[in-house]
C-alpha cells in the first residue's frame, strides 16, 4: 500500500464483490436499526434498493434521511475483513425518478437480481426503489499487526477515501 489512492481501489473491490449492504437507520427515539438490503449502484456513491415502505427501516428513514451503510464479506477469516464505511441520505425515489433508477436497479443478471418493472415499486404495488447517496466513504486501514503505510498507526482505524 503506498497511499489513499490504493484504499479507493480497495473500497471499490468490497463494493463491486458483494450484493448486500447493511443499512443503519434511526427511530424517532433515536433508537439504532440496522437491516440487510439487496443493492446496486453505478457509481460507487448511489446505492439502490427495494423494499416495503411498511418495514422499520423504511419508516425509520421516512422521518429521518440520515443514514449509515456498511458493505463487507462476512465470509472471510476472522481477523482478514474488511469494509466500505459511508455516511449517507437515503429517500424512497419519486415517481419521476423511478425509471432512471431502475436503469441501475436490480443491476447485471449475473448478480442474481430480476428485472424490476416500474409498476411494481410505485403504489400501489407493496415495494419501493430507495436511494442512499452517500457523501462520505472509509475503510480500515490494513496492516493491523504492523504500522499503517499510511497513517503510521498499529491500531484498527479508517482512512477516508474519494469513490
Excluded: K
Excluded at 416500474?118 to 452517500?134: D, H, I, K, S
Amino acid at each position: 500500500m503506498s497511499g489513499l489512492g490504493d484504499l479507493a481501489a480497495i473500497a471499490r473491490s468490497i463494493v463491486d464483490a458483494n450484493l448486500y449492504m447493511v443499512l443503519g437507520t434511526v427511530d424517532e427515539a433515536g433508537r439504532p436499526w440496522v437491516s440487510p438490503v439487496y443493492y446496486t449502484t453505478a457509481d460507487y456513491t448511489r446505492f439502490y434498493w427495494i423494499s416495503s415502505p411498511e418495514v422499520r427501516h423504511s419508516r425509520n428513514l421516512a422521518r429521518n434521511p440520515d443514514v449509515s451503510v456498511v458493505i463487507f464479506d462476512s465470509r472471510v477469516p476472522a481477523g482478514t475483513g474488511q469494509g466500505v464505511y459511508m455516511s449517507a441520505v437515503a429517500e424512497e425515489l419519486a415517481d419521476a425518478d423511478v425509471g432512471r433508477g431502475l436503469e441501475v436497479y436490480p443491476g447485471p443478471a449475473e448478480r442474481g437480481g430480476r428485472a424490476i418493472r416500474a409498476e411494481e415499486v410505485r403504489p400501489p404495488a407493496p415495494y419501493r426503489l430507495y436511494r442512499a447517496t452517500a457523501s462520505e466513504h472509509s475503510i480500515l486501514c490494513p496492516s493491523p499487526s504492523r504500522p499503517c503505510p499510511v497513517h503510521g498507526r498499529v491500531h484498527d482505524h479508517r482512512a477516508a477515501v474519494t469513490m
